[in-house]
């Protein structure tokens, strides 16, 4: 079978359409100077390995000979992994915005030579339905415009990327709102499903950085926790949670979080666990515990490489079906299960017809002591955990979903940070193995000679210069590991890291540009300053920026913090639930971390660190060590009579030094809400 140029990409999405006959070009100086060179305009195609329309639109498409004629003759066809090249999708995706009002992948763009768009939508069907016109009939109509009606097509392009330029870069600076956390409770408020939790209709995502400001919010004695638990237990009740191997699924087809569009990202997980832990941290529930370990229990067992560092992605696919491999009838679940069967169907929602297009997607509608009482079991919870462990061996017989086996560093950094925080609030050892394991990786090999990142692996080939969000999460992530106790040289490297992002990201006027000053001259310049699926990338800068100025007493660095919050200012007032992180990091600056330093050696310091990791503290430092460190936040600490100590510190003004955990937890308790 015939290649094309994509056989030599290491994107495992770019590598589906390897051997397509449409003759792709990845995004880069040859496509766009033959672009110029023949005065022809650029098919631009992105998506994703998981996308399941983008599945759709290669079949029905891109593997048909009268399609790729088409695409040969008229265009210089480009694909691109929206995850690889997030600016290129960012300032795309604002042109099918501004185009038709709504965006998705696959995105099918249509440019001029210069890059600009002129023509933007996303899956477009082979033959004309439900409105949209078919694919070969949009391309012989682009094609007939782009001979015929050059003058329109030029005033097109001049109108979306001027569009694509105001959206991208849109704030302007002001102070944030001594309110505006309340004022995002309240919108979150006013959009909240009372019934089955999450905010606004289906689709429904998971809501992680506003839920990690409704955590935030609660714990300084706000309003926010009943939004933030009917979510969290929405969600695990859900199929979106996968209740056999443990994880969530990108979304929720409908409003229940029943049905999920059965696709797991690196992305989601890392977060959603890193909230699930915060939320038992503050309730006291060990369902959310349950779950945030099952989730990297998960990562851990089906995600992590032989190198450490974390694969990105599994399809909804397998076998071209959508969720066959984690659906089950009821027949298939009283083979694989016996006796043990009828407990675990009524549990988890099963019926003889189907939930679900005549097969079962598991949830768990019903409490567990309501099925139990119902089914006169007294001890329903260890039947159900020997079901899964049998149900889960006989689902690894079947064909497994594409596995996207490439290693992204921003989405690492959120995996690490999760562990790290797992391990430091569980105390399991495990979890902080495994992400020295993937932080050791990605500092061994994505650190380019120049001292800058390199943004994705896969297999031994590292490549493409990172972005923002890479040098954010990855930063952040270093001091949650450093915090969690593996070590002050991931301190170190977080400082070295943050230093190198304000010299090679940020705007002379405040917050930072997605792309570095040096790379590649695109449309536009993007800014991520709005939370989407992840936190944007700005407030996570200015997080690390602010943690490290606390920990090395930097004001150079806290005036950074300080004014990349301010950059997106006048944006966080028109549509405060939309920067949960950014109002996350504005209260960290106005309120100021508690600092606590716990000192003393492993294992007899152990019982202190415990007492720590009880209390949920939203804005804190933490230093370990022996009294001799340089840290400020350590420097002339020592034990107390040579038992270890905690200090509790507030801009270094600290409390007398505690040895009792008891005494460590009511002084961080009352900490906690200031």
Aim: hydrophobic share 40%; aromatic share 10%.
């Amino acid at each position: 079978m015939r290649e094309n140029r994509l056989a030599s990409e290491t994107s495992p999405y770019l590598l589906q359409h390897a051997h397509n006959p449409v003759d792709w070009y990845p995004w880069g100086p040859e496509a766009l100077a033959r672009a110029r060179r023949e005065d022809k305009p650029i098919l631009l195609s992105i998506g994703y390995a998981a996308c399941h329309w983008c599945h759709v639109m290669e079949r029905e498409s891109f593997e048909d000979d009268a399609v790729a004629a088409l695409m040969n003759e008229h265009f210089v066809s480009i694909k691109v992994d929206r995850e690889e090249r997030p600016d290129l999708d960012d300032i795309y995706m604002a042109a099918t915005m501004a185009m038709t009002g709504r965006g998705g992948w696959p995105m099918t763009v249509f440019l001029a030579p210069d890059q600009r768009p002129f023509f933007a939508g996303t899956y477009f069907p082979p033959e004309r339905r439900h409105g949209l016109p078919g694919f070969s009939e949009l391309l012989t109509r682009i094609a007939e415009v782009w001979q015929e009606d050059r003058a329109g097509v030029e005033a097109q392009a001049a109108q979306l990327s001027e569009a694509v330029r105001t959206q991208l870069d849109a704030s302007e600076s002001s102070a944030i709102p001594p309110d505006a956390i309340a004022a995002a409770v309240k919108q979150l408020a006013d959009a909240y499903d009372p019934e089955w939790g999450g905010f606004g209709r289906a689709p429904k995502f998971p809501p992680c950085p506003a839920l990690r400001l409704l955590l935030r919010h609660a714990a300084h004695g706000g309003d926010g926790l009943a939004l933030a638990r009917g979510t969290l237990d929405g969600m695990a009740n859900g199929g979106l949670y996968d209740h056999v191997a443990g994880g969530f699924a990108r979304y929720s087809t409908d409003e229940r979080w029943h049905v999920p569009h059965f696709e797991k990202m690196l992305y989601d997980n890392g977060q959603l666990a890193r909230v699930y832990v915060e939320a038992f941290q503050l309730t006291g529930d060990v369902n959310y515990r349950r779950v945030a370990e099952e989730t990297l229990d998960y990562l851990l067992r089906e995600m992590q490489s032989p190198s450490g560092g974390f694969y990105s992605a599994t399809d909804a696919d397998s076998e071209g079906v959508e969720g066959k491999f984690f659906t089950f009838t009821q027949a298939e679940l009283e083979e694989i299960l016996g006796n043990d069967a009828p407990a675990f169907i009524a549990y988890y929602g099963v019926t003889a017809e189907g939930n679900w297009e005549h097969t079962n997607v598991l949830w768990t509608p019903r409490p567990l002591d309501e099925v139990a009482r119902s089914l006169g079991l007294d001890d329903l919870r260890t039947s159900i955990e020997r079901s899964r462990a049998a149900v889960y061996a006989a689902r690894l017989k079947r064909v497994p979903p594409l596995l996207d086996d490439k290693i992204l560093v921003s989405w690492n950094g959120l995996a690490i940070g999760a562990l790290a925080e797992a391990a430091r609030v569980f105390g399991e050892a495990r979890y902080l193995a495994a992400a020295v394991r993937a932080a050791d990786d990605l500092l061994a090999r994505f650190v380019r000679p120049d001292g800058g990142l390199y943004r994705t692996a896969r297999g031994e080939r590292v490549h493409l210069d990172a972005y923002l969000e890479d040098y954010a999460f990855l930063a952040t992530a270093l001091v949650d590991l450093y915090e969690a106790g593996a070590g002050a040289r991931y301190l170190e490297c977080a400082l070295q890291l943050s230093e190198r992002m304000v010299r090679d990201f940020a705007d002379t006027e405040g917050g930072f540009y997605q792309t570095a000053h040096q790379h590649e001259a695109l449309l536009a310049r993007p800014r991520d300053s709005q939370d989407d699926a992840m936190p944007n990338a700005n407030a996570i800068a200015a997080e690390a920026c602010a943690r490290l100025a606390a920990h090395f007493a930097r004001d150079d660095l806290r005036t950074v913090a300080e004014r990349a919050v301010q950059r997106a200012g006048s944006l966080v007032t028109r549509s405060p639930r939309s920067f949960a992180s950014t109002l996350a990091v504005a209260d960290l600056l106005a309120r100021g971390p508690v600092e606590v330093a716990i000192v003393g050696p492993e294992p007899e310091s152990e019982p202190l660190r415990r007492a720590v990791a009880r209390v949920y503290l939203a804005n804190r430092i933490l230093g370990y060590g022996l009294g001799s460190e340089a840290l400020p936040l350590l420097a002339g600490k020592t034990m107390v009579k040579g038992a270890p100590a905690v200090y509790v510190c507030r801009d270094f003004a600290c409390e007398a030094p505690l040895t009792r955990p008891e005494d460590v937890v009511m002084s961080l308790q009352r900490r906690a809400s200031g």
